[in-house]
């Protein structure tokens, strides 16, 4: 393989979009809001700084926030538009919009969550699918972001961008210890702390990746085997696949095998008139799921609760 060959198969990895802002609580929902007016949206930057109340640099990030989880997109229909400036709301946004405006279930913040982590070529998609450490300090995330970075990427960061990468990352997701005193007050914090994927110790200063204690909803579980499989062309997964591939819910949802093996098995007897099944091959077990929008799974899941706006 030639040097050229290798450089073109590098991927595009995008940087400091967020502007060093987590999402934040009202984010989402404003976003939401904002972009479904008749002529609002994200085309005129001061018009939006003025209607959301937020500063230019908050308004920024929430566009790229908004993309980032799932719920907008690029406009496909014109070649000229500006990537910058034209977006649309997606499915997964309507649904939302229909059933959860204020965001205030958790599983409509598991779905937001499993659109960002699954996020390609970003610090996201790395921090979950690539960064297999469960207990680590900020140094060593960072080296290996940048590590990470060096081998794949087609243009390589300054190390404070990596580090300003992984800082936002961290603080979208690490949640302080129990023990330690939180206030129920602070705006800034991020709806996506109380996942309770990530831990942080302030004894320590170090952090702990962690399986949620509350449960991932079976539908966002359905969805991310969807997806995983659909990424390699497939329809079903087996256990050991849905725990180690990338994007999979083991990577996605900090999940180990045998709570894996119990989703599978509840999906399947949950959603056996969706066409889930647990398929024997063998001595393996996989689980078949037809492809489906994401957004799809969310509904079914107010469905299932009966909830509604």
Request: charged share 30%; with cysteine.
């Amino acid at each position: 393989m030639t040097a050229s060959a290798a450089t073109r198969e590098r991927l595009k990895f995008e940087f400091g979009r967020h502007e060093t802002f987590a999402v934040r609580h009202g984010w989402l929902g404003k976003g939401i809001g904002h972009m479904s007016g008749v002529d609002e949206g994200f085309h005129d930057e001061e018009s939006a700084v003025v209607k959301l109340g937020l500063g230019t640099r908050m308004v920024k990030s929430l566009r790229y926030w908004m993309e980032a989880t799932g719920l907008a997109e690029t406009e496909e229909e014109d070649e000229t538009a500006r990537r910058s400036r034209d977006l649309r709301l997606t499915k997964l946004a309507r649904v939302i919009q229909d059933r959860d405006p204020h965001l205030e279930y958790p599983a409509t913040w598991w779905f937001v969550h499993l659109h960002l982590a699954r996020r390609t070529n970003s610090v996201w998609g790395w921090f979950f699918s690539d960064f297999r450490e469960r207990n680590f300090d900020r140094a060593v995330c960072v080296e290996a972001y940048v590590r990470h970075l060096r081998l794949n990427a087609a243009k390589e960061p300054s190390q404070q961008v990596a580090q300003r990468d992984v800082a936002c990352a961290l603080l979208a997701y690490a949640k302080p210890a129990a023990a330690e005193p939180q206030d129920p007050e602070d705006g800034t914090s991020s709806p996506l702390r109380d996942l309770g994927l990530v831990v942080k110790h302030a004894d320590t200063g170090r952090f702990e990746k962690t399986r949620p204690l509350d449960g991932v909803p079976l539908e966002a579980f359905t969805a991310c085997v969807a997806l995983a499989a659909a990424d390699v062309g497939q329809e079903a997964m087996s256990v050991g696949e849905m725990l180690g591939r990338r994007g999979g819910p083991g990577t996605v949802f900090n999940l180990d095998a045998e709570t894996i093996e119990d989703m599978a098995m509840r999906s399947a007897a949950e959603f056996k008139e969706r066409g889930v099944a647990l398929d024997l091959l063998g001595a393996e077990r996989r689980l078949r799921v037809p492809t489906t929008d994401a957004a799809d799974w969310l509904d079914r899941h107010f469905q299932r609760i009966g909830a509604a706006a």
